[in-house]
DNA sequence: GCCAACGTTGGC
DNA sequence: GCCAACGTTGGC
């Protein structure tokens, strides 16, 4: 569930409703399978370590035209280059997981642009997180495809992240190559052994490790293919 | 276009 | 709070 991206807010900060919450969306809320390490008010078992925060993050989105109620729901890395400032509001998210994960980024935070449901499915570039989670306008806008008229604007169930574009890959990273390395590393061990891509398919903003982030950076330099597997191992 | 995996919803 | 039905994601 591609988020089918909008002019960002401009320059200023306009955006009546709620500048910039940045910090402050409600963590309370539903459901989280796993996700869950707000400060302060979870209750845990004493003695549970919390685990670090993440520092890297994978996005997905689509981009090849697909309609969803007759809107096209494409945007894929090129379209987030064409922005103004490179940069575009990552909205249309509704999962709780992909949720919390958006409310975990921090600014500066790097992130995967990551090719879905498309003829080759992969990670296309390298983006960054410019503004934290926020109020994602679109739950409140009937036309939108991604309205929900469960959400109360006094308390919004979905947020959104801006980011901005930083680079294209050196090379395309292939869904396929990276199964590849995720089956070997889990079969022989390996830093793509349990890459939230294969261990949680369906999420659409996934958390990356630095190892699983720095393979994966690493495979850039490398060369294609198979011969690279066998090579490696 | 198919369909497996899996998150969400709602009945009870 | 369980769990079956349902809906969606997304690879293939």
Redesign the pocket.
Known sequence: ??PKKRPRVGPKTADPAKADGGEKVSSLD????GTRKVAGTSKKRAGAVEPPPHNHWLM???PESRF?NGVDVKFGIEDLKAMPDQTSCWD?V??????NFMRQMKKGQMAFF??????E??IAGLMKVVKEAYVDHTQFDKKDVHF?G?SKPDNPKWSMVDVQYLRMMKRFI???EL?RYHLQHRAEGGPLKDMA?F??????VQPLTTEEFEFVLGLEDKAPGRILTKLLK
């Open positions: 569930m591609p539903a459901s989280d399978g997905k989105s689509e969803e249309g509704r999962s709780f997981q992909a949720r990551y090719h879905s449901n498309c003829k499915p992969g929900d469960s292939p869904l396929s199964k891509l261990t949680k398919a369906r999420l659409s």
